[in-house]
């Protein structure tokens, strides 16, 4: 008996589906972004339960991107903080420039934290976490610049958290996009299905988890 293989959808399919629902009116893209972070804590503190212990206080550093692969980020700052954890977050690029559910939820975000301008040249320190989500399936070309921050991530030796993706994969894997610059990562949450590069991830060993959107 063949084992149920996962479905794997293209970043097209996902922005159609994401769409249908908002259009709808079954679900605001605000919800499904809190179902992303909530998604995306849930399996942290899966993954690192050393962290999730009553009584540490872990320091996440979380560096958001313009888009609203950043906008998860926000919502994963807000929820770990909200849990008691020491949360630094950096933001690449201006608010002004984050579309509407990201900029709604670095409002929320600015309320009990702090947003810093994400340095060329970064030192982030010795944080138990790292939250990548600078980019998503939102990527249309290669990251260039990146690779300072890239090297700053990699010298904390911190686990690395990937939302959607490890920011500069292209989520459909296309053939071209393989040796495109991408940050470090030690375990990638996607949302509702595996895109191509989520099975490309898992054949090099990257622990890829899939978190519903209720979608
Ligand atoms: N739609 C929703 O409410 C949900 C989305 N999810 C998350 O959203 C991202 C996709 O967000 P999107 O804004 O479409 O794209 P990104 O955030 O990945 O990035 C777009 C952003 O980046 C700029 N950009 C693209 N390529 C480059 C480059 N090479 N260099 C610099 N900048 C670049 C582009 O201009 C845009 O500003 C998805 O991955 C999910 O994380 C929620 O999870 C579900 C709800
Ligand atoms: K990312």
Redo the contacts with the bound molecule.
């Keep these: 008996m063949n084992e149920k293989q996962p479905q794997i959808i293209t970043s097209a399919q996902?922005?159609a589906m994401?769409a249908t629902a908002?259009g709808t009116g079954s679900v605001?893209?605000?919800e499904?972004?809190e179902?992303?972070?909530t998604g995306l804590v849930t399996a942290i503190l899966a993954a690192w339960p050393e962290l999730a212990r009553p009584g540490t206080a872990p320091r996440a550093v979380i560096l958001c991107?313009?888009?609203?692969?950043?906008?998860?980020g926000f919502v994963v700052a807000r929820q770990l903080r909200k849990r008691g954890w020491r949360v630094a977050l950096y933001l690449?690029?201006g608010a002004e420039?984050l579309?509407p559910?990201?900029r709604a939820n670095h409002d929320r975000w600015c309320k009990i934290g702090r947003v810093n301008p994400l340095p060329a040249k970064p030192d982030f320190g010795t944080p138990d976490l790292i939250v990548d989500?600078?980019?998503?399936?939102?990527?249309?070309?290669?990251?260039?610049g990146?690779d300072t921050i890239f090297a700053a991530i990699s010298r904390t030796q911190a686990p690395v958290l990937s939302?959607?993706?490890p920011?500069?994969r292209d989520?459909d894997a296309r053939p071209d996009t393989m040796d495109w610059p991408t940050a470090p990562t030690s375990l990638v949450v996607?949302?509702h299905a595996l895109k191509p590069a989520h099975a490309h991830l898992r054949a090099r060993g990257v622990p890829v988890i899939v978190a519903p959107?209720g979608l």
């Design positions: 996902m922005r994401e908002i605001t893209g605000l499904l972004m179902r992303a972070g991107g313009p888009g609203n692969n950043g906008g998860d690449y690029g420039r579309p559910d990201a989500a600078l980019f998503g399936i939102g990527l249309s070309r290669p990251l260039t990146f939302v959607d993706l920011s500069g989520a996607t949302f959107l």
